[in-house]
C-alpha cells in the first residue's frame, strides 16, 4: 500500500478508545474480578468479544448515554452468563473509563503530531467519560466530537458529518486514524474522507459486517509510525 501524501491534510481526526487508549486492557482489567467473583472463567478473547457483540446491538438502537450503554452491557453480560450482579458492579465499566491508560506511544505521537496538524477527536462516548480521558492523553485538541453531541454512535455517518461542519474544511484536508474498521474505517470511505488503520489488535479492528469491505488508505501498526511518517 503506498504511502500518504500527507501534505494534503490539515486535521487528522482520532478514534479514542483502540486507538489512542488501551481499550482491551482496560475492559479486561475491570472486568475480569468481577467475573472471577462469580465463578466465570472467561478468557480474555471470549470476555471481548461478548463485550462487543452486546456493545454494538445497544448502540444500535435509540440514542442513549454511553454511560447507560456500557451498564447495559454489564447487566446483559450478567445475564447471559447467570449471576446476580451489584449495582457497584453495573457501574464498574463507566465509572472506571476515564483511569485507562494510554497506550505507551499515544502521548508521544500526538505531541509530534500536534507541531504539524490540528487535532480532533470523534469518539462513542459522553462529553464527562472523555474529559476524564483526556486528562491522560495531555495535548489539547482542537475539537472534540462526542457522540453525545451527535446523538449518534459511530458508524453511524451522522458523527462525520458533523465533524466536518464543525471543522469547517473540505473532507480532503481531513485524515481520519482508528483501529476500527467497522467503526471507523468504513463510514470514513462512504464519505471520502481518507484513513489511517492502526492495526494493533486485528481481532477488535477487522470484526464486524462492513469491516470486510473497508479500505483504509494507509496501515500502521502503532502510533509512533503513523507519527514518523506524518512528520516527514
Not at 453495573?90 to 505521537?109: E, H, I, K, N
Request: net charge negative; with cysteine; charged share 25%.
Amino acid at each position: 500500500m503506498p504511502d500518504l501524501d500527507f501534505s494534503q491534510f490539515s486535521w487528522l481526526t482520532f478514534d479514542c478508545y483502540g486507538t489512542l487508549i488501551d481499550w482491551d486492557r482496560g475492559i479486561l482489567s475491570t472486568l475480569r474480578p468481577i467475573l472471577a467473583a462469580h465463578g466465570r472463567n472467561l478468557s480474555d478473547a471470549g470476555i471481548l468479544e461478548l463485550f462487543a457483540a452486546i456493545e454494538r446491538v445497544e448502540e444500535a438502537g435509540e440514542y442513549r448515554p454511553y454511560r447507560q450503554i456500557l451498564e447495559s452491557v454489564m447487566t446483559k453480560m450478567a445475564a447471559r452468563l447467570v449471576f446476580r450482579i451489584s449495582g457497584e458492579e453495573v457501574r464498574s465499566l463507566p465509572d472506571s473509563l476515564g483511569d485507562w491508560a494510554p497506550f505507551p506511544d499515544t502521548v508521544a505521537a500526538l505531541r509530534q503530531l500536534k507541531q504539524r496538524y490540528r487535532l480532533a477527536v470523534i469518539s462513542n462516548t459522553d462529553d464527562d467519560l472523555f474529559a476524564r480521558t483526556a486528562t491522560h492523553l495531555e495535548t489539547p485538541f482542537d475539537a472534540v466530537i462526542t457522540a453525545q453531541q451527535a446523538r449518534s454512535y459511530k458508524p453511524s455517518l451522522n458523527n462525520f458529518r458533523i465533524a466536518l461542519e464543525r471543522l469547517g474544511v473540505r473532507r480532503e484536508k481531513v485524515l481520519h486514524v482508528a483501529q476500527s474498521l467497522y467503526h471507523d474505517i468504513a463510514p470514513a470511505n462512504e464519505l471520502g474522507i481518507a484513513s489511517v488503520w492502526v492495526n494493533r489488535n486485528e481481532r477488535a479492528g477487522a470484526s464486524g459486517g462492513a469491516a470486510g469491505a473497508a479500505k483504509p488508505d494507509l496501515i500502521v501498526p502503532d502510533m509512533a509510525t503513523l507519527a514518523a511518517m506524518a512528520s516527514r
